[in-house]
């Protein structure tokens, strides 16, 4: 296979729904522990993102602080931005029975009760509150047509 093909094997990718426990701990689909055992490890980092909770590879991650300290803190509103995503982060790791324990901040800044959607969003996935996710993530019919044409530059169509 070439680098490409490998490449897109391992993303994160789908959705699926889960209850959390009685202690805030979360579930990982076997699809999405199947990314991490292959292109990564068992670590992960949790920062809040608006309305949900982004979950990343530790090595993901790591890209993004790199280019947050490559950059600098341009403005302050992009400084505000990098202070609550990486002051409100959470490093985990898997567990031996594969969930991972969302920590209770973070579950209040995300709105998160005990249903909840996973998304996969290739390189991380999201964390959503269910109901919050079935109000948040409904496109209609004429939105859907604005958001093809900002994305017809990316190759979608």
């Given amino acids: 296979m070439t680098e490409g093909v490998l490449e897109q094997i391992n ?13 805030g701990r979360l579930n990982i689909p076997a ?3 199947d990314v991490l055992s292959r292109k990564y490890d068992d670590r992960l980092l949790i920062t809040p993102w608006r309305k949900c909770l982004r979950i990343y590879p530790l090595p993901e991650w790591a890209r993004i602080e790199y280019a947050i300290l490559s950059r600098g ?3 302050a ?3 505000k931005l990098v202070r609550h995503l990486v002051g409100n982060s959470a490093e985990v790791q898997l567990d031996k ?13 995300g709105n998160i009760d005990k249903e909840v959607v996973l998304l996969g969003m290739t390189t991380f996935f ?15 019919d004429d939105e859907f047509d604005d958001l ?6 990316l190759g979608f169509f």
């Fill in 77 to 79: 509103k992009t400084a």
């Fill in 31 to 33: 699809r999405f522990k």
């Fill in 148 to 153: 093809a044409g900002e994305c017809s530059d």
């Fill in 73 to 75: 803190q341009q403005n």
């Fill in 11 to 23: 993303s994160f990718r789908g959705s699926s729904e889960h209850g959390l426990d009685s202690k």
């Fill in 126 to 140: 999201e964390v959503w509150d269910k109901e919050i996710h079935l109000a948040e993530n409904i496109i209609a």
């Fill in 97 to 109: 029975n594969g969930r991972i324990l969302l920590p209770i901040t973070l579950r209040t800044m």
